[in-house]
């Protein structure tokens, strides 16, 4: 989820555990509505949630709702976000498109749409088109309720400093301070983060609360990895956990990479080197998505290196399942749409790992398919917003 744990410590102002920002986040996301579920889930003393909880409910932050009965037990009081009836808007960006919505606690997604964002015009150009399509979301549904923002963005992003960096096919956009522009246009809390990051998110808020291990792929024109580790993002030491894209391969030799050196995974497994692929072999491709059109229509050359693309990005993930031994393995993005590749994935994982590893290892598509990105990103910035009510509330920073 979208911070790193932070000790359970009691704080100065208030009493109010730094576990309240635990517990905020996992009822905003739906993993948990009663006591006892976010006990269990955080580890966490029944007697230390319910010193937290009622916390919160003195702060208006939590509210109870109703009971719902237990398993020879008595019945336990529902739990939900205090003025839960707000919302975020969410938009994932492409590199000619946005998938934009409507996301609200929870988990749940609304008003969907597709429109052109020209990535590559730079931000400040870019933009302002977006923010005009994500307030007419705003207004659809009631402007006061919007709590947050959020953009996925298919590149790096510094999570701390709100901006993206080094993007390799986002020109102009490099140190531009995206979520600080999305605070000064909207007025609430914004939140920018790593498309992998936001698939990773997004699809563990509707995953079963016992697989707390995950690793999503995003399978498009780029390859990319979220980790999902004790039911939580990780992003490792600088922010860049999940980087397997530049991980080397032998069959990528010498062939000249994106981030500036060569034999990466990607110039072999992604949507971009499949289009240059087919290219050479006398195809008439121009994006990920003819790639797929081919595939789909059974085209053998595109099948065939398809295939092929999908058991190079399986040796690489079958170190990493190796190493992190993962709940689940999800496959999103463009050619996760694609039997082959993901049969191809599947194949390699079972012959590349221990049998103790993928014993009960879950490898499939992302439920959520093409919409786990954007409730990823809207649930980061219902996560924000809740920060700051908490601090509000407290004075306690989250």
């Known amino acids: 989820m979208p911070e790193k744990s932070v ?20 009822l905003a996301s739906g993993q948990a509505s009663t006591r006892t579920e976010l006990a269990g889930l955080l580890g966490a003393a029944p007697s230390t949630i319910s010193l937290t909880v009622g916390q919160l409910v003195a702060h208006g932050l939590v509210a109870e709702e109703g009971t719902r009965s237990s398993n020879g037990g008595r019945p336990q009081k529902v739990l939900r976000l205090g003025g839960s009836d707000g919302f975020a808007v969410a938009a994932e960006l492409g590199g000619r498109h946005a998938h934009v919505g409507v996301v609200l606690p929870g988990g749940g997604l609304t008003d969907v749409s597709t429109v052109p964002f020209p990535t590559a015009d730079g931000p400040e150009s870019a933009l302002p088109g977006l923010a005009e399509t994500l307030e007419s979301l705003a207004d659809r549904h009631g402007r006061h309720l ?31 301070p995206v979520r600080s522009w999305l605070e000064d246009h909207f007025g609430v809390p914004g939140a920018i983060e790593n ?3 936001c698939m990773a998110v997004g699809e563990h808020t509707v995953q079963p609360p016992e697989r707390r291990q995950s690793i999503m792929v995003k399978t498009g024109t780029a390859i990319g990895a979220g980790v999902i580790a004790d039911g939580r993002l990780y992003r490792g030491g600088s922010g860049a956990a999940g980087e397997i894209t530049h991980v080397r391969v032998e069959a990528a030799h010498d062939i000249p990479c994106s981030c500036g050196n060569t034999g990466c995974l990607e110039t072999v497994a992604s949507g971009a080197a499949l289009v240059r692929i087919l290219r050479e072999r006398g195809l008439d491709v121009d994006s990920t998505e003819d790639v797929v059109r081919l595939a789909t229509d059974a085209d053998p050359e595109a099948t065939r290196a398809v295939r092929q693309a999908g058991r190079y990005l399986g040796m690489v993930l079958a170190a990493n399942v190796n190493f992190f031994n993962p709940d689940a393995v999800y496959l999103g993005g463009i050619l996760s749409t694609l039997e082959p590749f993901v049969a191809a994935v599947r194949s390699q994982l079972y012959e590349g790992c221990h049998p103790l590893v993928t014993e009960h290892l879950a490898i499939e598509r992302a439920s959520l398919g093409a919409d786990a990105g954007l409730v990823g990103a809207g649930q980061f910035a219902l996560q924000r917003a809740l920060a700051h009510a908490l601090h509000a509330a407290t004075g306690v920073h989250a």
Request: hydrophobic residues 40%.
């Open 146 to 176: 919007l709590r947050g923002v959020g953009l996925s963005l298919p590149g790096p992003v510094d999570v701390v400093s709100g901006v993206v960096t080094l993007p390799s096919r986002m020109p102009g956009w490099n140190r531009f």
């Open 7 to 26: 000790p359970h410590r009691r704080t100065a102002t208030g009493g109010v555990s730094a576990l309240a920002e635990r517990v905020l986040e996992l």
């Open 195 to 197: 498309d992998a990051n």
